[in-house]
């Protein structure tokens, strides 16, 4: 962060730089304490850096406001709030610190598709209104498209493929990122010459060299015993391939465990392995 590791950092420093840092859980009813009032929720990182209590009180309130919830709802508890009103505690407690940057894991996966939607837009308007950073961690690549300036794909714990949102959905170059994109309505599919099948290898014992290597049409005998680096290719757009000429002509080299085109089922509706 601003060229700092911080991943390493401890006491002062680590406290300094954590507070910049924000975290939104997946599920937002696990995500908070079912003993404590919203408000408790909310103010708790104050306490932790010793806000005063007069202070707390005011900022658990601007958070409040900014998540679109009213003054009432600070002595609710958990259980009488919905999903969607639980996930927008959980965002006013991530910007009650005023942080930098926060993380989002998959925020709107557990709600409802209309809740998502609205929970969605008031993250992109929250972005806007206090100069944000988001991670965005996510299978779905329909949010992913609205939501992300920058991507990366991630393949059994690797990145492999990174590049600009407009880019990637453009032309992602990468076997794995194609394959995923022909699912979505928001890539084209004319660049893609199989289906991908069965299940990916365990991330726990992942194939050797590169890690897609067991289901690439494009492998060849280097992909199994050498893993590809993240390179450069154009401007910011990074892969990890080692055949990218070939993904290029579309010339596939062991099409026996792949469908063809025409043999496709349903759209499996955009979703990452
Ligand atoms: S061609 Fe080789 S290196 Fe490239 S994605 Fe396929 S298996 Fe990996």
């Known amino acids: 962060m601003d060229?700092?590791?911080?991943?390493?950092?401890?006491?002062?420093?680590?406290?300094?730089?954590?507070?910049?840092?924000?975290?939104?859980?997946?599920n937002p009813v696990s995500s908070l304490d079912p003993a404590w009032t919203v408000e408790q929720s909310v103010s708790e990182p104050l306490a932790a850096v010793h806000v005063p209590p007069d202070e707390r009180k005011e900022r658990v309130q601007q958070s409040l406001a900014a998540v679109g919830l009213p003054e009432y709802f600070r002595g609710r508890y958990p259980h009488e709030l919905s999903g969607g009103q639980s996930q927008r505690v959980a965002i006013a407690r991530a910007l009650v610190r005023r942080p930098r940057f926060i993380v989002l894991d998959e925020p709107t996966s557990a709600l409802d598709v209309s809740i998502q939607a609205q929970l969605l837009n008031l993250l992109i308007d929250l972005q806007g209104e206090f100069g944000l950073t988001y991670f965005y961690i996510s299978h779905d690549l329909n949010v992913v498209g609205r939501v992300c300036d920058r991507i990366a794909v991630m393949y059994l714990g690797k990145v492999v493929e990174m590049a600009d949102a407009l880019d990637l959905f453009a032309s992602p170059l990468h076997p794995y990122a194609q394959a995923l994109l022909s699912?979505?309505?928001?890539?084209?599919?004319?660049?893609?010459?199989?289906?991908?099948?069965?299940?990916?290898?365990?991330?726990?014992?992942?194939?050797?060299?590169?890690?897609?290597?067991?289901?690439?049409?494009?492998?060849?005998?280097?992909?199994?015993?050498?893993?590809?680096?993240?390179?450069?290719?154009?401007?910011?757009?990074?892969?990890?391939?080692?055949n990218l000429d070939l993904v290029a002509k579309g010339k596939i080299q062991v099409p026996k465990n792949f469908l063809p085109v025409a043999t496709r089922g349903p759209r499996p509706g955009g979703q990452l392995d």
Request: contains cysteine.
């Open 183 to 242: 699912t979505t309505s928001v890539g084209s599919s004319s660049f893609l010459g199989f289906r991908l099948t069965g299940e990916p290898p365990s991330p726990r014992n992942p194939p050797s060299g590169c890690r897609f290597n067991t289901r690439c049409p494009y492998a060849t005998s280097i992909c199994s015993s050498e893993e590809p680096k993240l390179m450069q290719v154009r401007g910011t757009h990074l892969v990890a391939c080692h």
């Open 3 to 26: 060229g700092v590791d911080i991943t390493h950092l401890k006491g002062k420093e680590r406290v300094k730089w954590r507070s910049q840092l924000s975290y939104v859980y997946q």
